[in-house]
């Protein structure tokens, strides 16, 4: 780790939690601060971190994880019914998503794979628009310039090279940026992907090219233990951290059930981003308690003993716990957030019935931004096919 | 007017655009102080920094995936691949992503990328150095692929590419990179559209449509036929994808005769698609079947047979005998 990269006091400490510190191979420190029993632990850097969060806001992380999850499982409940060509379920992975979505800022750039409906949620994309690739109605679904969140990318860690250019982009920004006296806050880059997708070259080449360009980028990984039916133990022999050592850049493993803890460390790395101190690598440690998508079945690979043992530590218990405990909401509380849960069920529900199904001039008038020969006869070609169809109709009746 | 050759044409080209357009930039391997291995982004660096003109980590898949994310930033790259054989490992992000962003996002997302490619074969070089892949990249739509000839075209339509708000890739005729030309710098042909074909030789006996490397070779087997006293037409089609059609069919309908040369394989290739199309517009104009003059269906082969392979003046010359005594 870099000698004056750090916020003062915290050098020593931190290099005893992040990955960086420990050698190939060896079990790598996790950052935790709510641990599954609904109790605050402390950490030496993260806590100072932690303690920004008011009760508000820990309400607000239990109210979002809740509402993803409601959402998941009403996505899920459309897909057996018809109503989605599939879907990717996030249950398990709500604190992962809700902890560093809340931990960006809005000019910060978030590119996500195919699974962050949770950081969808915070950054405010309306999840109706999450449903249209589902549904087969669009091959995107919303505007990523109205809240910095990327289109869902499905071929996997394509995306993280996109961010570190992304990133490249922010930096030359802050050179004009500087030369006109903009006030405008600094920013950063967030990339998701799993730990399936960390076997891909782009992830490898996306972590040369930020830290050659020290590009303020944050690499989120969420290790939720599967990638469909392979376990992480193929994708990687080591924590998957500690690899951000070999690229020259801080990688720290945080538990990914821990909302708290998430966010903390998502802060940090952040900022540490958009100070220009350079790229970090986040691997959130969770698992996915669903299927990879509603087309396969766990039971084929995995056992359910391991799966219970996930759910001892799962994301909304622990809080609900300590929220309980604590004394910082009551069963109102808890009554309000399953009513609004149910709401937003409901209305997904009714906008996925509502999704227009779009005409293929649609696909015709964006394939290039600019006109296009090959286009403009094929659609011609189209439109007379299809207009004979209508005057064959016509003289039927 | 400036001679110059092509490889200095698209250094003034880049100059230009890096003048004219602050959100430009160059990326690639080893384009920064040594000028790149064919010196044509020589001297850039010097002039504009190397945040401009950006030597790249050796992954080509990391320089095209990060000029996506450039161009979603609102800049625009111009990737340089070293050699047409090693674009491969950036196929995924051109495929995939680069020629689709703009149709996903409805248009929402333009990615206007510039990806520079020297192309082509007869420079004797070793395997994965010679070869013609732009048929791969015309299959996918989303993408525009041009390809110059000459020096003034080079210097213009390079300049054309960084502007275009679609993804261009921008084939570079590597064997006459050294070839020399007028080039009118003060009226550059920026009002010319890159995408259209131009017809460089007028004739009425046949028609030889080509691009990039074979457009001088296609000029010399017309000349050379006319010792037997044929009139001979010539299109530089400039543009294989969106393919101008329109001025291929107008000079098909006046000589009914075409012959389509390109370095790539002929299965599969560009030839087939024009000949394709010429028989869809202008059947009845045709004297004779459209004839194709490429590479063969084989690994581009070593540099000491590769005359054998490659298209030339006397191949050029029989396809056109064959066509004309059809």
């Given at each position: 780790?870099?000698?004056?990269?750090?916020?003062?006091?915290?050098?020593?400490?931190?290099?005893?939690?992040?990955?960086?510190?420990?050698?190939?191979?060896?079990?790598?420190?996790?950052?935790?601060?709510?641990?599954?029993?609904?109790?605050?632990?402390?950490?030496?850097?993260?806590?100072?971190?932690?303690?920004?969060?008011?009760?508000?806001?820990?309400?607000?992380?239990?109210?979002?994880?809740?509402?993803?999850?409601?959402?998941?499982?009403?996505?899920?409940?459309?897909?057996?019914?018809?109503?989605?060509?599939?879907?990717?379920?996030?249950?398990?992975?709500?604190?992962?998503?809700?902890?560093?979505?809340?931990?960006?800022?809005?000019?910060?750039?978030?590119?996500?794979?195919?699974?962050?409906?949770?950081?969808?949620?915070?950054?405010?994309?309306?999840?109706?628009?999450?449903?249209?690739?589902?549904?087969?109605?669009?091959?995107?679904?919303?505007?990523?310039?109205?809240?910095?969140?990327?289109?869902?990318?499905?071929?996997?860690?394509?995306?993280?090279?996109?961010?570190?250019?992304?990133?490249?982009?922010?930096?030359?920004?802050?050179?004009?940026?500087?030369?006109?006296?903009?006030?405008?806050?600094?920013?950063?880059?967030?990339?998701?992907?799993?730990?399936?997708?960390?076997?891909?070259?782009?992830?490898?080449?996306?972590?040369?090219?930020?830290?050659?360009?020290?590009?303020?980028?944050?690499?989120?990984?969420?290790?939720?233990?599967?990638?469909?039916?392979?376990?992480?133990?193929?994708?990687?022999?080591?924590?998957?951290?500690?690899?951000?050592?070999?690229?020259?850049?801080?990688?720290?493993?945080?538990?990914?059930?821990?909302?708290?803890?998430?966010?903390?460390?998502?802060?940090?790395?952040?900022?540490?981003?958009?100070?220009?101190?350079?790229?970090?690598?986040?691997?959130?440690?969770?698992?996915?308690?669903?299927?990879?998508?509603?087309?396969?079945?766990?039971?084929?690979?995995?056992?359910?003993?391991?799966?219970?043992?996930?759910?001892?530590?799962?994301?909304?218990?622990?809080?609900?716990?300590?929220?309980?405990?604590?004394?910082?909401?009551?069963?109102?509380?808890?009554?309000?957030?399953?009513?609004?849960?149910?709401?937003?069920?409901?209305?997904?529900?009714?906008?996925?019935?509502?999704?227009?199904?779009?005409?293929?001039?649609?696909?015709?008038?964006?394939?290039?931004?600019?006109?296009?020969?090959?286009?403009?006869?094929?659609?011609?070609?189209?439109?007379?096919?299809?207009?004979?169809?209508?005057?064959d109709q016509e003289a039927a009746n | 007017m400036a001679t110059m050759t092509i490889a200095k044409a698209i250094n003034e080209g880049l100059r230009a655009s890096l003048t004219n357009n602050p959100k430009s930039l160059l990326m690639g391997e080893d384009i920064g102080h040594l000028g790149g291995v064919y010196r044509v982004t020589d001297g850039l660096i010097k002039e504009f920094g190397d945040e401009r003109v950006v030597d790249t980590p050796l992954a080509e898949s990391g320089i095209v995936g990060t000029a996506i994310g450039l161009a979603l930033r609102g800049y625009s790259p111009v990737c340089e691949i070293q050699f047409d054989g090693f674009v491969y490992p950036a196929f995924n992000q051109i495929t995939t992503q680069l020629a689709k962003i703009h149709s996903r996002s409805l248009g929402k997302l333009t990615v206007p990328v510039v990806i520079r490619i020297p192309y082509g074969g007869g420079i004797g070089s070793i395997e994965h150095h010679s070869e013609s892949p732009e048929a791969l990249f015309a299959h996918t739509a989303g993408l525009r692929i041009i390809s110059p000839s000459n020096a003034h075209d080079a210097y213009w339509m390079i300049q054309k590419a960084i502007e275009c708000q679609d993804p261009v890739i921008f084939f570079e005729p590597k064997r006459r990179y050294w070839l020399k030309g007028e080039v009118d710098v003060e009226n550059a042909g920026l009002s010319e559209d890159p995408f259209k074909a131009h017809v460089v030789r007028e004739g009425t006996d046949a028609t030889i449509v080509a691009y990039g490397p074979l457009v001088p070779v296609a000029l010399a087997a017309a000349n050379a036929a006319t010792e037997d006293g044929r009139s001979v037409e010539v299109i530089d089609l400039r543009s294989i994808s969106p393919l101008d059609f329109d001025t291929v069919e107008a000079s098909v309908k006046k000589t009914g005769r075409l012959i389509v040369a390109h370095e790539a394989p002929t299965f599969g290739g560009i030839g087939g698609e024009i000949a394709a199309r010429i028989s869809e517009r202008a059947f009845l104009h045709l004297e004779a079947p459209v004839i194709r003059v490429g590479g063969f269906h084989m690994p581009y082969p070593v540099a000491k047979v590769e005359e054998d392979y490659l298209p030339d003046i006397d191949k050029i010359l029989e396809a056109l005998d064959r066509s004309l005594s059809y």
């Open positions: 780790m870099g000698s004056t990269q750090l916020p003062p006091g915290t050098e020593e400490s931190l290099a005893a939690t992040t990955a960086a510190a420990a050698a190939p191979g060896e079990p790598v420190e996790m950052v935790q601060l709510l641990g599954p029993d609904g109790k605050l632990g402390s950490d030496p850097v993260f806590s100072d971190y932690a303690k920004r969060i008011d009760p508000e806001k820990l309400r607000v992380f239990y109210t979002d994880m809740a509402r993803i999850r409601r959402f998941d499982q009403e996505a899920t409940a459309l897909q057996r019914q018809g109503e989605l060509a599939l879907w990717v379920p996030l249950t398990g992975q709500e604190a992962a998503q809700i902890g560093s979505g809340h931990a960006s800022q809005s000019q910060d750039y978030i590119f996500p794979t195919y699974r962050e409906h949770g950081v969808a949620l915070v950054r405010n994309v309306d999840l109706s628009e999450l449903l249209k690739q589902f549904r087969g109605v669009s091959n995107g679904g919303w505007d990523p310039r109205e809240n910095n969140f990327h289109l869902y990318t499905l071929v996997l860690a394509a995306q993280t090279l996109h961010a570190v250019g992304y990133a490249m982009g922010i930096q030359r920004d802050q050179k004009f940026a500087a030369a006109s006296d903009s006030t405008d806050p600094k920013a950063a880059v967030i990339a998701y992907f799993g730990d399936g997708a960390s076997s891909e070259g782009d992830v490898h080449e996306s972590m040369v090219f930020a830290a050659s360009y020290n590009a303020p980028v944050v690499f989120f990984c969420q290790n939720n233990h599967w990638a469909i039916s392979v376990p992480t133990e193929v994708q990687t022999k080591v924590p998957l951290a500690n690899r951000a050592k070999g690229y020259g850049f801080p990688g720290l493993r945080v538990d990914g059930n821990d909302v708290i803890a998430v966010h903390a460390v998502t802060e940090w790395a952040l900022e540490h981003a958009r100070e220009g101190r350079g790229p970090v690598l986040i691997e959130a440690y969770t698992y996915r308690v669903g299927a990879h998508t509603t087309a396969d079945d766990p039971t084929k690979y995995r056992e359910s003993a391991e799966e219970a043992a996930w759910r001892e530590k799962d994301p909304l218990d622990r809080l609900e716990k300590y929220l309980r405990a604590e004394g910082l909401a009551d069963e109102a509380f808890f009554d309000q957030v399953k009513a609004d849960g149910d709401e937003l069920a409901k209305y997904v529900r009714s906008t996925t019935h509502g999704l227009e199904v779009p005409d293929i001039r649609e696909a015709f008038a964006s394939v290039y931004a600019e006109q296009h020969p090959l286009i403009a006869e094929e659609l011609a070609w189209f439109e007379e096919y299809s207009a004979g169809f209508e005057s | -």
